[in-house]
């Protein structure tokens, strides 16, 4: 996953990354969660993205 950050005032980010993890009969499915806050209590969201991924399980 890429991110792009633009300059903001703040000098120190918080990034918050989640994954979530599923299983079928046949595949396996990601989603990745990206959070970058631009505060130490994490109100002020800078950035966010999710991705969603899904490989082929051969048994």
Do not use: E, G
């Not at 991110?3 to 120190?12: C, D, T, V």
């Not at 980010?13 to 990206?34: E, L, Q, R």
């Not at 800078?46 to 051969?58: D, E, G, M």
């Amino acid at each position: 996953m890429t991110a792009r950050l633009s300059k903001y005032k703040a000098a120190n980010y918080w990034m918050v990354t989640k994954k979530y993890y599923a299983k079928d009969a046949v595949n396996v499915y990601i989603k990745t969660s990206f959070q970058v806050y631009s505060n130490r209590a994490r109100t002020k969201l800078a950035y966010s993205s999710f991705q969603i991924n899904k490989y082929y399980s051969p048994k």
